[in-house]
């Protein structure tokens, strides 16, 4: 099964940003949706966004909301999550996967497949 791949992540300090990016070369782009996850230590899955093949997103969790926004540009069969006024409480690793149907109002982990390893996002000063 394709794995999508996630970069962009790293150490930032708070208040600041980093753009995460998610891309599957050879995977049907065009035909799913996009769900962005996160997993802090010792926490659940947390879902943080879904974006919809045409462009639409989800409402997105009060913990990300106006902080965060998903965008995708299908001609490069690339996902971006840019996160911005970041917080410690946003570290850890952070995830896309694909789903078959449009985005739902709530995210949930197993609607989901061919998720990536993740990329790890650590917000510190």
């Known amino acids: 099964q394709l794995r999508f791949v996630e970069s962009g992540g790293g150490l930032v300090q708070p208040g600041g940003s980093l753009r995460l990016s998610c891309t599957a070369p050879?995977?049907?782009?065009?035909?799913?949706?996009i769900g962005w996850f996160r997993q802090a230590p010792g926490k659940e899955r947390e879902g943080v966004s879904c974006?919809?093949?045409?462009?639409?997103?989800?409402n997105y969790p009060d913990s990300v909301k106006g902080r965060f926004t998903a965008s995708r540009d299908n001609a490069k069969n690339t996902a971006y999550l840019q996160m911005n006024s970041l917080k410690p409480e946003d570290t850890a690793v952070y995830f896309c996967a694909a789903r078959s149907s449009s985005c739902p109002n709530k995210l949930a982990a197993s609607d989901y497949t061919n998720w990536g390893q993740g990329t790890q996002v650590t917000v510190s000063s």
């Open positions: 050879g995977f049907p782009w065009r035909v799913v949706a």
């Open positions: 974006i919809n093949p045409r462009g639409g997103t989800t």
